[in-house]
């Protein structure tokens, strides 16, 4: 499949086994400057200050970065409105930096949803066709704006290949796909939970991520997404699950990306702040854990400090 110059560009340098970071950043509509987000030491930001954040990030030497929108009042709707707060990030980021970044944006329901889901629920069961409705209106919204990769994260069945047709059908097959392959029902998300504002409702996400005790049906679904059109894979979380990814960059030729959560980034500058372990030397450590278990990608809140030690 062709790819935009930027997509294969990436794609070849993170195939060099390079230190490959990911930056996580947040963009939050009607606000006017970045605000103290609940992860600590980061921040949630305006489209006003996305430009500084992202050219702050550049000089700690990191340059692919993971958008995740929050709206103003959760409207499930609001993911793809005109204008919707990522697309008009990826629009002024792209005009500013041109290929100089690479991003990424999350295909994601839960910080639009009342009930804090990742898909959308009818007469409390899972509704598939509304949820790849809307998640195919958001990847083409920010395809269409110059994204690099989407990220689909619903965790469903046949998400990487409903949200390839749909790009393609939009005429976007240029555009490339991070999937949330191997996304666990972890205890490890509570903070990010808590930065999008996203309250878990009625039901536990456990009815479609998978089960953690389950290793099979991990490398199942990313050697599904492959076939469907990823171009990259993920494992999430990262530390609780190295033999996962261990085990699927034995089998897996393409990238695999591990997403180090903000569970696991609030333990570190928890223990770092009460001077229990050497933050730094500490981050090191935990590349090193990821690199050797076989992640090509790391996606983590850490990446500027990280990026700074290995300059």
């Known amino acids: ?22 930056y996580p950043v947040f963009v939050k509509e009607e606000i006017k400057t970045k605000q103290k ?12 200050s996305i430009v500084d954040e992202i050219d702050d990030a550049i000089k700690h030497n990191v340059n692919a970065f993971l958008l995740f929108g929050i709206p103003a009042k959760k409207d499930i709707h609001s993911a793809y409105k005109k204008e919707n707060i990522v697309s008009q990030s990826i629009r002024k980021l792209k005009e500013h930096f041109g290929d100089k970044i690479t991003l990424f944006s999350d295909v994601g329901l839960s910080p639009y949803s009342p009930e804090g889901q990742s898909v959308i629920y009818k007469n409390n069961k899972i509704d598939v066709k509304s949820s790849f409705e809307i998640a195919s209106k958001m990847a083409i919204s ?23 047709e749909g790009l393609n059908n939009a005429g976007y097959n240029k555009t490339g796909i991070m999937a949330y392959s191997a996304k666990y029902a972890s205890s490890l998300y509570g903070p990010y939970r808590a930065t999008v504002d996203s309250k878990l409702g009625f039901k536990k996400k456990e009815d479609y991520q998978l089960d953690y005790n389950d290793y099979k049906e991990g ?56 001077n229990w372990i050497d933050e730094k030397a500490a981050l090191i450590e935990l590349v090193s854990a990821f690199k050797r278990s076989g992640a090509k990608i790391i996606i983590t809140y850490s990446a500027k400090d990280i990026a700074s030690e290995l300059k």
């Open 37 to 48: 987000a609940p992860l600590p030491q980061l921040y949630i930001n305006s489209i006003n």
């Open 219 to 274: 490398l199942k679904v990313m050697k599904t997404d492959l076939r469907e059109g990823a171009d990259i894979v993920m494992v999430k979380p990262g530390l609780t699950y190295l033999d996962i990814i261990c085990r699927a960059s034995r089998i897996i030729k393409k990238p695999i990306a591990v997403y180090n959560v903000s569970g696991e980034y609030c333990m570190f500058k928890s223990a770092a702040e009460k």
């Open 1 to 22: 499949m062709e790819k935009t110059t930027n997509v294969k560009k990436y794609l070849k340098e993170v195939n060099k086994s390079s230190i490959d970071l990911i």
């Open 142 to 164: 920010y395809a269409d704006a110059g994204v690099d990769f989407v990220a689909p994260c619903l965790s469903l069945k046949e998400q990487v290949k409903t949200l390839r």
